[in-house]
């Protein structure tokens, strides 16, 4: 899943998404191709 899409499904902004990346609340999963 992509941050744009995550965003869409969470309801939570892309910036949101990426702090809670960086503060280790959620991790980046397998990219997909």
Do not use: H, N, V, W
């Amino acid at each position: 899943m992509l941050i744009g899409e995550l965003s869409k499904a969470s309801a939570l902004s892309r910036d949101t998404i990426r702090f809670y990346e960086k503060k280790g609340l959620i991790t980046e999963g397998k990219k997909e191709r």
